[in-house]
T-cell receptor, first 115, second 114 residues
Framework: DTGVSQDPRHKITKRGQNVTFRCDPI?????LYWYRQTLGQGPEFLTY????????KSRLLSDRFSAERPKGSFSTLEIQRTEQGDSAMYLC?????????????FGPGTRLTVL | GQQLNQSPQSMFIQEGEDVSMNCTSS?????WLWYKQDPGEGPVLLIA?????ELTSNGRLTAQFGITRKDSFLNISASIPSDVGIYFC??????????????FGQGTILTVHP
């Protein structure tokens, strides 16, 4: 059973650069979520995909952030013109949601450090 | 925004002791989940609860979905060193307009002394 995978695991970039992260969900999971986690806090919701449709975005997702899930399988999260405040762990989760049952499984995360 | 209050913030226990932590919310949820996170890794699902009053076990772990739908607790019996980590509760209202978006607590840091 292959779990959720994320790439890269770590990314160090300079302020102002663009970065892109990839998430491969568990096969056949129709729902995909992105969360952001800063040190000492629980993850915070960023955005949600049902198949290829992006159905909800948090106010945390500024216009510098964009996410896609082009074929309803893998997803990418891009941050343009990175700022030091973007430094965090970016987590992806997937689920096979049916009705009120939506058990999310997380990937290992991508740790972003903006210098 | 909606927040979950998780307590205690940290626990230092001896190996073999039982542990209890809980989570409360100002709003109701229809799903409660408990995760464990090791440093530098993503959260790992421990227990999922879908029904008010539900009591579910997973090995030495037991969790309950509060009857008011505003709280949940997690118990760990006979702790062992590998139980060390950060435990998070999370609630969602999957099936409604918020889909399965999870709201997390602040976490409980568990340290187990051999």
């Amino acid at each position: 059973d292959t779990g959720v995978s994320q790439d890269p695991r770590h990314k160090i970039t300079k302020r102002g650069q663009n970065v892109t992260f990839r998430c491969d969900p568990i096969s056949e999971h129709n729902r995909l979520y992105w969360y952001r986690q800063t040190l000492g806090q629980g993850p915070e919701f960023l955005t949600y995909f049902q198949n290829e449709a992006q159905l909800e975005k948090s106010r945390l997702l500024s216009d510098r952030f964009s996410a896609e899930r082009p074929k309803g399988s893998f997803s990418t999260l891009e941050i343009q013109r990175t700022e030091q405040g973007d430094s965090a762990m970016y987590l992806c989760a997937s689920s096979y949601g049916t009705g009120s049952r939506d058990t999310q499984y997380f990937g290992p995360g991508t740790r972003l450090t903006v210098l | 925004g909606q927040q979950l209050n998780q307590s205690p913030q940290s626990m230092f226990i001896q190996e073999g002791e039982d542990v209890s932590m809980n989570c409360t919310s100002s709003s109701i949820f229809n799903t409660w989940l408990w995760y464990k996170q090791d440093p530098g890794e993503g959260p790992v699902l421990l227990i999922a609860l879908y029904k008010a009053g539900e009591l579910t076990s997973n090995g030495r772990l037991t969790a309950q979905f509060g009857i008011t739908r505003k709280d949940s607790f997690l118990n760990i019996s006979a702790s062992i060193p590998s139980d060390v980590g950060i435990y998070f509760c999370a609630g969602s209202n999957a099936g409604g307009t918020s889909y399965g978006k999870l709201t997390f607590g602040q976490g409980t840091i568990l340290t187990v002394h051999p």
